[in-house]
């Protein structure tokens, strides 16, 4: 019962994304192909979010619910971030779907995303199998 509000926190993201239409599949090829600017702005809005969030968080080193300060580590750049990028963008353009619009769509009852959630699934498996043999 403890989770109950992680499970209404995702309810309510999925249908506030559906609802925007982020978990368009339409909406993501036009970002892709440049044809809209819908999408961008959407996602702009949330980096920028993100970063005033941190920044407060930094700032006033706010805790989180059970009082424990929150660290943000540093993080050396490698080119992997560049790959795994590369091949995430591609994944997302050739299905027209990332991870979060997949949970939605499945709960709004588009079942043939199954298969790209279970791709998505394989991907994830795959690179935790090679991740120590692949250059960090």
């Known amino acids: 019962m403890g989770n ?9 993201f999925g249908i506030i994304i559906t609802k925007a239409e982020v978990v368009s599949w ?19 809005s949330a980096v920028i979010t993100g970063a005033i969030s941190v920044l407060i968080i930094k700032k006033f080193k706010i805790n989180n619910f ?8 540093k ?14 963008g591609m994944g997302w353009f050739l299905s027209g779907l990332c991870p979060g619009p997949m ?11 199954i298969f790209a959630f279970i791709a998505a699934l394989l ?3 795959t690179y935790s199998f090679f991740r120590n043999k692949l250059p960090h």
């Open 123 to 125: 991907g994830t498996y």
């Open 26 to 44: 339409f909406r993501i090829q036009d970002m892709f192909r440049f044809k809209d600017p819908y999408m961008f702005l959407i996602l702009g």
């Open 66 to 73: 059970y009082g424990e300060a929150i660290v943000i580590p």
């Open 75 to 88: 993080k050396k750049f490698n080119k992997g971030y560049i790959f795994g990028g590369i091949i995430f």
């Open 103 to 113: 949970a939605a769509l499945i709960g709004a009852g588009y079942l043939p995303v």
């Open 4 to 12: 109950i509000k992680y499970l209404i926190a995702g309810l309510i």
